[in-house]
C-alpha cells in the first residue's frame, strides 16, 4: 500500500510567522507536487518537483524533494491570512502506461490576522 | 488555454436516482482522473482513466463507474445514489508526471 504521509495535519499560526509542512513515504515518485485548496474549489497545483533534491522558490513558498524522492517539504516565510487553506501533497508513480498520483493527508492551515 | 471543465457545478438528486458528471480536460492532457471529496477531508480516488481504459480505480463500489471518449473528455456515473455519496466531485487532468489540473468540481447533493 502506497501512502504519502503529511504532517502536521493542522496549523494555526500568527501572520508573519514562518511554517513548515512535511510529506514522507517509502515509495520513490517520479515527481511530486503541491497544491492548495479553499473551501468549494478544486486543488490548484503549486508546484512540481521531478529531480531529487530539487528546490523551488514561489514568492514566500519553498519546495524541496528529497534526495531519494520519497519525501519532500513546504516552507512558507512572513504567512499571511492570504495563505490559509488546505495545503495537499502528491506523489507520482508510473502505472498502465500513464502516472497515478497518490495524495498526502492534508494540512489544514489558518493563518491569524 | 482552458483547463479542466466540469458540468454541472451544482446537483441536487433524491436518493435511489442515477447521476452523470461531466469533464472536458485541459487542452494537450490525456488522463483523466476523478476524485470524491467529502467536506474537511482530502479528495478519495475513484478512478483513471487513459486511452478510453479504467487503468487505476479506487475503494469505490460498482455502483461508481466512468467513460472516457476520444477527445479525453470523461464521464463519471453514480447509480442508486445514498445520502453518502453528497460530496464534491473533482476531476483532474494530467499528462505524464507534470501534475494535475483540477476542475472547479460538482457539488452533488443527495436528499
Known amino acids: 500500500t502506497q501512502l504519502l504521509e503529511q504532517s502536521p495535519q493542522f496549523l494555526s499560526i500568527q501572520e508573519g510567522e514562518n511554517l513548515t509542512v512535511y510529506c514522507n513515504s517509502s515509495?520513490?515518485?517520479?515527481?511530486l507536487q503541491w497544491y492548495r485548496q479553499e473551501p468549494g474549489e478544486g486543488p490548484v497545483l503549486l508546484v512540481t518537483v521531478v529531480t531529487g533534491g530539487e528546490v523551488k522558490k514561489l514568492k514566500r513558498l519553498t519546495f524541496q524533494f528529497g534526495d531519494a524522492r520519497k519525501d519532500s517539504s513546504l516552507h512558507i516565510t512572513a504567512a499571511q491570512p492570504g495563505d490559509t487553506g488546505l495545503y495537499l501533497c502528491a506523489g507520482a508513480l508510473p502505472t498502465s502506461g500513464t502516472y497515478k498520483y497518490i495524495f498526502g493527508t492534508g494540512t489544514r492551515l489558518k493563518v491569524l490576522a | 488555454d482552458a483547463g479542466v471543465t466540469q458540468s454541472p457545478t451544482h446537483l441536487i438528486k433524491t436518493r435511489g436516482q442515477q447521476v452523470t458528471l461531466r469533464c472536458s480536460p485541459k487542452?494537450?492532457?490525456?488522463?483523466v482522473s476523478w476524485y470524491q471529496q467529502a467536506l474537511g477531508q482530502g479528495p478519495q480516488f475513484i478512478f483513471q482513466y487513459y486511452e478510453e481504459e479504467e487503468r487505476q480505480r479506487g475503494n469505490f463500489p460498482d455502483r461508481f463507474s466512468g467513460h472516457q471518449f476520444p477527445n479525453y473528455s470523461s464521464e463519471l456515473n453514480v447509480n442508486a445514489l445514498l445520502l453518502g455519496d453528497s460530496a464534491l466531485y473533482l476531476c483532474?487532468?494530467?499528462?505524464?508526471?507534470?501534475?494535475?489540473?483540477f476542475g472547479s468540481g460538482t457539488r452533488l447533493t443527495v436528499v
Open positions: 515509495s520513490v515518485f517520479s515527481s
Open positions: 487542452s494537450g492532457h490525456d488522463t
Open positions: 483532474a487532468s494530467s499528462l505524464a508526471v507534470l501534475g494535475y489540473t
